[in-house]
């Protein structure tokens, strides 16, 4: 996996020195006191530069990006109707109308829209799900709901029927834990509830859990499975080769 950050100003700075064919000149010009005022005054600077650099990586595949917040991450699929009003012609229209083309292109780009099971969260979840569809043709590939709570599938009456014989017996140590298996088991069926209205998208939904651990082994068994999801047939192999830049 090779990764690099392309927030705000490095996605900037990397379009300009592409431009200017120089880092050295591109810093001093985003420095200048005049330009750095009317750079950050204008629309979706960032999302157009981080375009140009993304659209420069086609060695890469596939190509994961991490969107920002649900805000920011609409403006990236409203660019070209955002700017073709000022920018009508040039390299940059051009590079605005290929990159909208694939990214409402299903065989090119898979939306992955992330939630929680909360009910706030959801329905942002709905609203970005709609909007993209009617405003951008988008269809998300796959709806991830994060941080769930995870049980063991006992059914309620057996585990109520082992919570009364524990508690019969005297088992303290039974009883707390069985108890907490039913307090989980009560979270599970509302994080259901509330996230039931996701499989009227079209999307299909997978549920993660809440990690307890970040070592290196949970957290690739994490990454295949979220791989195994998203992707028919998932990967034959997941080499651990890591880079950042």
Same mark, same amino acid.
């Given at each position: ?19 200017l064919h ?11 006191r ?10 979706a600077?960032?999302?157009?530069a ?14 994961v990006v991490d969107?920002e ?6 403006m990236?699929?409203e660019?070209r109707?955002?700017?073709s009003?000022?920018? !009508?012609?040039?390299?940059?229209a ?21 939630t ?10 709905l ?9 951008g043709?988008? !269809?998300?590939?796959a709806?991830?709901?994060?941080a ?6 006992h059914?309620a ?6 919570l ?7 088992a ?10 039913a307090?989980?088991?009560a !979270? ?5 509830a ?6 009227d ?8 859990p809440r990690?307890?651990t ?6 690739l068994?994490?990454g ?22």
């Amino acid at each position: 996996v090779h990764g690099m950050s392309l927030a705000g100003d490095a996605a900037i700075l990397a379009f300009a020195a592409d431009v200017l064919h120089s880092r050295r000149l591109a810093r001093l010009l985003l420095a200048h006191r005049s330009v750095g005022p009317l750079i950050a005054a204008m629309p979706a600077v960032a999302e157009v530069a981080a375009t140009h650099v993304l659209a420069k990586k086609r060695e890469y595949a596939p190509l994961v990006v991490d969107l920002e917040a649900t805000g920011h991450a609409r403006m990236w699929f409203e660019l070209r109707e955002t700017l073709s009003p000022v920018i !009508q012609r040039g390299p940059i229209a051009e590079l605005l109308e290929r990159a909208h083309a694939e990214l409402v292109d299903p065989a090119c780009t898979g939306l992955v829209v992330v939630t929680r099971p909360e009910p706030l969260a959801i329905s942002e979840a709905l609203e970005l799900c709609e909007e993209l569809r009617q405003r951008g043709g988008v !269809q998300p590939r796959a709806i991830l709901v994060n941080a769930t709570c995870a049980v063991p599938s006992h059914a309620a009456a057996d585990r109520d029927a082992l919570l009364q014989r524990a508690r019969a017996a005297g088992a303290t140590e039974i009883v707390a834990d069985l108890e907490l298996l039913a307090r989980r088991a009560a !979270q599970v069926e509302r994080e259901h509830a509330a996230a039931a209205p996701l499989a009227d998208t079209g999307a299909k939904v997978v549920w993660l859990p809440r990690m307890s651990t970040t070592d290196r082994r949970s957290l690739l068994a994490f990454g295949v499975e979220v791989a195994a999801s998203l992707f028919e047939p998932p990967p034959a192999t997941l080499p651990e080769a890591v880079a950042w830049t």
